[in-house]
Each structure stands twice: as C-alpha cells, then as structure tokens.
C-alpha cells in the first residue's frame, strides 16, 4: 500500500505547478486524503485535505492559490498550486487517512514525498 508523489520541481516565483499521489491500496476512495509540506527548519504542516464525500479544508496559507481535487477512478490526489512564491520551497507529503481497517484524524500513512522549490 503506497503512495507515490510526483509533479515536484524547480519553478519561477509566479509559475504553477501540479503535484499528484497516486495510491496502490483499495482504501483511497473511501478514506480522508491530504496534502503536508515541509519547509527546512520548519515543522510539517497540513495544506489541505479531503473527505470521502470531497468536502474539502485548506490551512490558511493555502486558501486561495492551492487547490485539491481527487480522482477516485485513477485512485489519484492532486495538488495544483498556482502563483508559486519562495515561502512555498518545501517536501511536499501526500498521506491517507486509513490504514488497514482503522481510520483517525491523523494521516495513518504517508507518501515519500516530492520537492517543489521555487526560485525568486
């Protein structure tokens, strides 16, 4: 059961880019799925996620210019992230979830991540 990132890159300040996690297990359409990052020195963080049925919460550094959509038939999550800034340079998480028949509030499993920098 993995789940794999990619879309990751080196980006202009005010470029765009879109991030997907595909995910192996059967558990993906039926469980909460989300986006973290992780900046240097900095904890990680929660950008965004969403439920089973697609309502969807965002962090508040996300709102606006990050959007996160899922595609329960290709078992895929995307990110796109649009007018990129420097703050944005981080290890970008996909993560589930459920894991195995248990479902939490925290991510039960991660994805290895992808880096997205973004030069000023």
């Known amino acids: 059961e993995e789940l794999v990132e990619s879309g990751g890159g080196l980006v202009q300040a005010g470029g765009s880019l879109r991030l997907s996690c595909t995910d192996s297990?059967?558990?993906?359409?039926?469980?909460?799925v989300g986006w973290y990052r992780q900046a240097p020195g900095k904890e990680r963080e929660l950008v965004a996620n969403v439920d089973r049925s697609g309502n969807k919460y965002y962090a508040d550094s996300a709102r606006g210019r990050f959007a996160i959509t899922r595609d329960n038939w290709k078992n895929t999550l995307y990110l796109q992230i649009d007018s990129l800034r420097p703050e944005d340079t981080a290890m970008y998480f996909c993560?589930?979830?459920?894991?195995?028949?248990?479902?939490?509030?925290?991510?039960?499993?991660w994805g290895q991540g992808t880096q997205v920098t973004v030069s000023s």
């Open positions: 993560v589930r979830y459920c894991a195995g028949s248990v479902c939490s509030r925290q991510p039960r499993k």
């Open positions: 297990s059967s558990l993906f359409s039926t469980s909460s």
